[in-house]
């Protein structure tokens, strides 16, 4: 079965980069055709896109945050990962990672809280 | 970006009862929504795609329909383990989520 679970800092100080990773596991990443995403959710904004990558590298990203973000997948290491720069106080959510299915996401990580905070 | 409006956005029913949500396009989307589940402390679940196919292994008393710009998603008979936030999402450009509904019993 497949599992996805994200690591990183759960305290990010303002204007540094957040640094999230998502591994793959139950099957190797590049075993899918599907593409790699992450969304956050705050209370404030409730779920949010940030974006995607699939097997071969390419990537979309809410145009929103497509300044800061930037989003790649490492299939050797069964993992992906999401770099958010110049990070404030609005940045702070909890983080999920997801299977991109055809347009839906239907494998989920248990999400990361991290705080943006000095 | 393509807005999807959601609502109500706090539902209160009993069990057994047929509870509906609905979601509104700021345009027309074919039939690009899928629908999750959230409940308190978890990632969102997915129970519908593509407006009306049900995601295995979820019960059929949950359903989905719609085209276009409006969007519905039905409970037949409500049970205690469906307490949770609801969620539509379309896929036609950029994935947006609607805001939500909570649903208490």
């Known amino acids: 079965q497949l599992h996805l679970q994200e690591s990183g800092p759960g305290v990010v100080k303002p204007s540094e980069t957040l640094s999230l990773t998502c591994a793959v596991s139950g099957a190797s990443i590049r075993s899918f055709t599907s593409s790699w995403g992450w969304i956050r959710q705050s209370p404030g904004k409730g779920l949010e896109w940030i974006g995607s990558?699939?097997?071969?590298?390419?990537?979309s990203y809410n145009p929103s945050l497509k300044n800061r973000v930037s989003i790649s997948v490492d299939m050797s290491k069964d993992h992906f990962s999401l770099n958010l720069t110049s990070v404030t106080a609005t940045d702070t959510s909890v983080y999920y990672c997801a299977r991109l299915e055809a347009g839906g996401l239907d494998v989920w990580g248990d999400g990361a809280t991290v705080v943006v905070s000095s | 970006d393509i807005q999807m409006t959601q609502s109500p956005s706090s539902l209160s029913a009993f069990v057994g009862d047929r509870v509906t949500i609905t979601c509104q396009a700021s345009q027309h989307i074919s039939d690009y929504v899928n629908w999750y589940q959230q409940k308190p402390g978890k990632a969102p679940q997915l129970l519908i795609y593509?407006?009306?196919k049900l995601e295995t292994g979820v019960p059929s008393r949950f359903s989905g329909s719609g085209y276009g710009t409006d969007f519905t998603f039905t409970i037949s008979s409500l049970q205690p383990e469906d307490i949770a936030t609801y969620f539509c999402q379309q896929y036609d450009h950029i994935l947006t989520f609607g805001q939500g509904t909570k649903l208490e019993i």
């Open positions: 593509d407006a009306s």
């Open positions: 990558v699939s097997n071969r590298g390419s990537t």
